[in-house]
């Protein structure tokens, strides 16, 4: 009861000291808590959404496309309409209505704007049933009732400002047929931003599919009493055949399946930052606890000469380091509500639906939230709780605020250069592997290694940068600038641990700028030499290029050719007899040898388009001992098998169509019915010689009636590339920003502390002549080299594992490492006025103490 009053009495004494601390907990729990509160939000919203739209029991075809994949044929796979009576005349069938949905389309108001979804989802097409009733609720208008009547649902309505009678266009596989709006349906449940569009079942089967007579699917009711199990038995007993049949549950767990993934990965990225962010935390709690435990020597040596023994003072510690942590915890997972909410409404500006109806707390959120925060506090705390513990009761006869042996220490410093050369190896392993696998593990390896030894050797290596960057940075400030740089080198543990806290987040920054950087050089490189065609016409969504798109490259003037290129899935059977299933095989014109050009090892390419025949790459060639002449044997998944003679080898060097297989697009057609055919993933063209700019300008008039559809040119491509990766380098830099914030807090923390424990020396300071100016600098200028020595370490530390990264990715292709300077000195610069604005509060507080009182505190 003793040690708990006095952890009490100075916890609370010195709460101000501990604020930042505990700070920096909240934000570390509530990155996690956040986290999981905002990814099992949206689990409850897409479960709650396919258990809606999920039947008792459903049947669909068998080779039927999940619910994330788009049929390259244009069409989703169907069954005959006759299959509805067969299935309602199964025992426990209550009812049965026969369903038709597609997601290759695209639909576009009068101006030629596209309705789809801007954040990914999919643009949802099909018939209205007396089933959509589960999800849907008419607000509007009625139900289509014929060829020139659609649905929309009311979020698209809402966002794109459609009213009943406002004409949309849609464009199929079939063609493009335009309706005007005669409802509009809101969801019962959340839509997560899907555009939805309904039709009556006629133009439904007519304009989705193809042929009337099908259906992708038929939703079976059951009567009351009779299980899903057993009506999934019923059903499936009467319709033999190709068929899948899957109770509600089984239905909704698929379609949970298949959006798992996604939710997964954004998961545990999420997590991932918060794992740096706390790491950084627990460098300032440390710090924190270390420069109060030196500031109460004399205290805890009075405490040990009146009777406390190590283990009370020890105890005394690690509960001011619980209280610490449970205050802090508490409030993050909190704050991680919070922050979930936030980010809901971030993803629903940008077109992703989550309703906070959904908000989902589970019991497992604040345990996770509160366990992670008060044991990583106590952890953390644990060392200079050992360190109080050993304080002499002759501590007592000290003067207050005498810190601790902050000498780097030579056995720390032989570790951590052991620990960084060992990092080191495994970097360079990681540069020379031969194999991906290999070098990764040598990677991860290297990277944690040389983070450990670099955190280990930061106050050995506190001395000299310190001292670099004092005279580059400092000396121009005369005596205050030198008072600054003797006041970093003082303790240079202290220095070390603040530096580190910096040094993680812009190690990352760092690496993820030379990886970034040297992937758009590389691909930029690659584009160069590979691809000869001047155009590249593909769809931002994955849509496959629909016929009516394909006839308008056709027939545009001033384009030399346009080449087919189509995506077909087989199995594949190599003269060793080793078969590879759910192979790819690029199906293309003969033109395209011109617009990618290819090198071969053996063979020819452009004979690889003649009849019969295909080229391999040189890793399945050399898996399989294949040579020029032999013979795969090819099942077209849906068509016939074939006998393909190989006619080249191609080179796999490069990474834009690695060991990939090609045959002539009219090969394939010989064994695909044409129903079958996949449509084109991609599509190439080139331009009359000195026709460029015409072509390109006649090429996006051409294809100007499909949004869907992007026109680029090679520098248009380029630029593209840049965009998508910078934009992915800038969600990364903002969830690293948490760990950068924990870590500047670090330093107004380090700062603030070490004011409170020199109030003698500044009061002294001032009583001989300086300024509260000159003060108030002197504090700037001592956190600028803290966090310029920070960022010296976390940069250069960052670019060795860019480095290596690099070089690992080179056996994928990105063969060029380029360093962006411009990034790395604006991160540096940056972190000199990271330094300023953290030594605001403190070097205030400091010009603000009484000369007087500050000369008479012990």
């Not at 649902?153 to 809402?158: F, K, L, M, W």
């Not at 199906?587 to 990618?596: E, G, I, M, N, V």
């Not at 490069?654 to 090969?667: L, M, V």
Request: aromatic fraction near 6%.
């Amino acid at each position: 009861m003793t040690i708990l009053k006095t952890s009490l009495r100075n916890f609370f004494a010195h709460k101000g000291r501990m604020a930042l601390s505990a700070i920096a907990v909240l934000l570390s729990v509530a990155f996690v808590s956040g986290t999981l509160v905002f990814t099992d939000t949206m689990n409850t919203t897409f479960d709650k959404l396919f258990a809606a739209t999920a039947a008792d029991v459903t049947v669909s075809p068998k080779d039927a496309a999940t619910d994330d994949e788009m049929p390259q044929t244009g069409r989703p796979e169907s069954l005959p309409a006759s299959l509805v009576a067969t299935v309602e005349k199964a025992d426990g069938v209550k009812s049965a209505e026969g369903g038709v949905v597609s997601m290759s389309v695209t639909v576009v108001d009068a101006d030629n704007k596209n309705m789809g979804s801007s954040n990914g989802a999919p643009t949802i097409a099909g018939n209205w049933t007396q089933g959509d009733l589960r999800t849907m609720e008419i607000t509007a208008g009625h139900a289509p009732r014929g060829p020139t009547d659609v649905m929309v649902d009311a979020d698209t309505a809402e966002k794109h400002g459609l009213k009943l009678g406002d004409e949309l266009r849609t464009i199929a596989v079939t063609g493009d047929f335009t309706a005007k709006i005669s409802g509009i349906a809101s969801f019962k449940v959340t839509n997560p931003g899907a555009a939805v569009v309904y039709f009556d079942t006629a133009t439904a089967q007519r304009e989705l599919l193809g042929k009337t007579g099908r259906f992708t699917h038929i939703a079976v009711t059951a009567e009351s009493g009779v299980s899903h199990e057993q009506l999934k038995k019923n059903v499936a007993g009467a319709a033999a055949g190709p068929y899948k049949f899957q109770t509600q549950q089984e239905a909704a767990d698929a379609g949970r399946e298949d959006v798992s993934g996604f939710l997964d990965v954004m998961k545990y990225a999420m997590l991932g930052f918060a794992g740096i962010a706390v790491l950084v935390g627990i460098f300032l709690i440390v710090n924190t606890f270390s420069m109060l435990v030196a500031q109460r020597t004399r205290e805890i040596g009075l405490m040990r000469a009146i009777g406390s023994s190590r283990r009370q003072v020890n105890r005394s510690v690690l509960v001011e380091a619980l209280l610490l942590g449970v205050i802090g915890s508490i409030a993050g997972v909190a704050a991680g509500v919070g922050l979930a909410i936030g980010l809901m409404e971030l993803m629903s500006s940008m077109g992703m639906n989550l309703s906070t109806d959904d908000l989902t707390v589970k019991w497992t959120t604040p345990a996770v939230g509160l366990t992670l925060g008060i044991v990583v506090t106590v952890l953390a705390a644990y060392i200079p709780a050992r360190r109080a513990g050993k304080v002499s009761p002759m501590a007592a006869l000290r003067d207050a605020g005498t810190p601790a042996d902050g000498r780097a220490g030579l056995v720390r410093g032989i570790i951590g250069l052991v620990l960084t050369g060992a990092g080191a190896a495994g970097l360079w392993a990681a540069a020379q592997a031969d194999k991906a696998t290999e070098g990764s593990m040598w990677l991860g390896l290297g990277v944690v290694l040389s983070l450990i030894g670099f955190i280990v050797i930061g106050p050995l290596l506190a001395g000299g940068v310190v001292r670099v960057i004092g005279a580059v940075v400092l000396r121009v400030f005369g005596p205050v600038g030198r008072m600054a740089e003797r006041n970093a080198l003082r303790n240079p543990r202290r220095t070390g641990a603040t530096g580190a806290a910096l040094m993680i987040g812009l190690a990352l920054v760092a690496c993820l700028s030379v990886v970034g950087s040297s992937m758009v050089a590389s691909a930029t490189e690659e584009l160069d030499k590979s691809v000869g065609a001047d155009f590249i016409v593909n769809a931002s969504n994955g849509q496959p290029i629909m016929p009516q798109a394909q006839q308008a490259m056709e027939k545009t003037p001033d384009i030399a050719h346009v080449t087919e290129y189509k995506g077909i899935e087989a199995t594949l059977t190599s003269p060793d007899g080793k078969t590879e299933k759910d192979a790819f095989i690029a199906a293309a014109d003969p033109t395209y040898a011109q617009d990618l050009r290819r090198e071969t090892v053996a063979g020819e390419l452009s004979a690889a388009y003649g009849k019969d025949a295909m080229s391999v790459g040189e890793t399945y060639a050399t898996e399989h001992g294949v040579k020029v002449g032999d013979t795969i044997t090819v099942a077209f998944k849906g068509g016939d098998t074939a006998k393909l003679k190989v006619a080249a080898i191609t080179s796999d060097d490069g990474s834009i169509d690695k060991g990939a297989k090609y045959t002539n697009i009219t090969t394939a057609e010989q064994y695909l019915p044409a129903e079958r055919m996949p449509k084109n993933l991609i599509m190439f063209a080139k331009a009359e010689e000195g026709k460029e700019t015409e072509a390109y300008e006649a090429l996006k008039t051409a294809l100007a009636p499909y949004p869907q559809y992007e026109v680029q040119n090679q520098t248009d491509f380029k630029k593209d590339l840049q965009d998508q990766v910078g934009q992915l380098l800038n969600i990364v830099y903002g969830l690293l920003a948490l760990a950068i914030i924990v870590a500047v807090l670090g330093v107004v923390n380090t700062l603030a502390l070490s004011v409170v424990e020199r109030t003698r020396e500044i009061g002294l300071m001032r009583a001989i002549g300086l300024s509260r100016r000159q003060l108030r600098r002197m504090i700037r200028l001592e956190s600028v080299v803290i966090a310029l020595f920070g960022a010296l370490l976390g940069l250069g530390l960052g670019m060795g594992w860019g480095t290596a990264a690099q070089k690992l990715l080179a056996l994928e292709g990105l063969g060029v490492l380029e360093i962006p300077w411009p990034t790395i000195l604006t991160v540096f610069v940056g972190s000199a006025f990271v330094g300023l604005f953290a030594a605001l509060v403190p070097a205030f507080r400091a010009g603000r103490m009484n000369v007087l009182n500050a000369i008479a505190t012990e």
